[in-house]
């Protein structure tokens, strides 16, 4: 928009400046009147030269005016993502912060429930082991027992 603006002005300038030409052309064969009057129109050229001008250095000024605006609104934009992006940021390290502590509870969990069960498990052992034990003594003394009476019987024998 901004650059069809700046096309008109200056097609309107050049054809100011071809009117003016034009005019002075024929000014020679005016009368006094038409040349006050031409006078005047020219002054008026000049004004609407100079009111184009004008608008062609507002039309920059408001680019630039405008490009700040959008400056100043892409850096707000970026704030509200910086926050955001902050915010994301503290919530997945906030989860992740939680999904250690409940990973260390499991593994605290699976200790304790290990730590138990090898102490029902020790138990049980202990409990083999003394009935094998009361076994093997029992046996040892049976076997005690009949080597003893073989020897006995040798020694009988003579």
Not at 25 to 34: E, T, Y
Not at 52 to 60: M, T
Not at 113 to 128: G, N
């Amino acid at each position: 928009m901004e650059k069809e603006l700046n096309e008109y002005i200056k097609k309107s300038k050049e054809s100011l400046e071809k009117v003016e030409k034009n005019v002075e052309s024929f000014r020679k064969s005016m009368g006094d009147d038409m040349s006050e009057f031409w006078g005047k129109l020219k002054g008026e050229f000049g004004q609407i030269n100079k009111t184009l001008s004008g608008a062609r250095e507002k039309l920059q000024h408001e680019a630039k005016l405008q490009g700040k605006l959008g400056v100043m609104e892409a850096k707000e934009h970026l704030e509200k993502i910086k926050g955001t992006s902050e915010e994301f940021i503290k919530k997945v390290t906030d989860n992740t912060a939680q999904e250690l502590d409940i990973a260390k509870l499991h593994a605290h969990l699976a200790k304790m429930e290990a730590a138990d069960q090898w102490k029902e498990k020790e138990s049980q052992m202990t409990s083999l082991y003394q009935d094998s034990k009361e076994e093997f003594e029992k046996l040892a003394k049976k076997a005690g027992k009949e080597i003893n009476e073989i020897l006995l019987k040798l020694t009988d024998f003579r």
